[in-house]
């Protein structure tokens, strides 16, 4: 079964950091690109960050670039979001995502992660 589960959300001071945590299960985290993705308050869901299969390259959403940082740890099968100097309109739900192949159904599936609250306020 091909699930995300993210966690490490919370609330922060602006200036604050913290490291999003998404567990792969049913693939490995390297094989197909996988991505953040965040949706605030009343907004549509944006891209955040992204990072490619084999290759490893990187992508950010402009205003992340320089504060925050995609990567994984292929032994954990998990994907990471480090975010720093966090500001109030990164206050958001942040979920993961990946489209991988389903050998249950045979063919290739969205994946979602249920999202973790990122709260950035005094």
């Known amino acids: 079964q091909l699930q995300l589960v993210e966690s490490g959300g919370g609330l922060v001071q602006p200036g604050g950091s913290l490291r999003l945590s998404c567990a792969a299960s049913?693939?490995?985290?390297?094989?197909?690109?996988i991505g953040w993705f965040r949706q605030a308050p009343g907004k549509e869901r944006t891209g955040v960050s992204c990072?490619?299969?084999?290759?490893?390259?990187?992508y950010y959403a402009e205003s992340m670039k320089g504060r925050f940082t995609i990567s994984r740890d292929n032994a954990k099968n998990t994907l990471y979001l480090q975010m720093n100097s966090l500001k109030s309109e990164d206050t958001a739900v942040y979920y993961c995502?990946?489209?991988?192949?389903?050998?249950?159904?045979?063919?290739?599936?969205?994946?979602w992660g249920q999202g973790t609250l990122v709260t950035v306020s005094s």
């Open positions: 049913g693939f490995p985290v390297d094989y197909y690109a």
């Open positions: 995502a990946t489209v991988a192949y389903s050998d249950y159904v045979h063919r290739y599936l969205e994946v």
């Open positions: 990072i490619s299969g084999r290759g490893g390259s990187t």
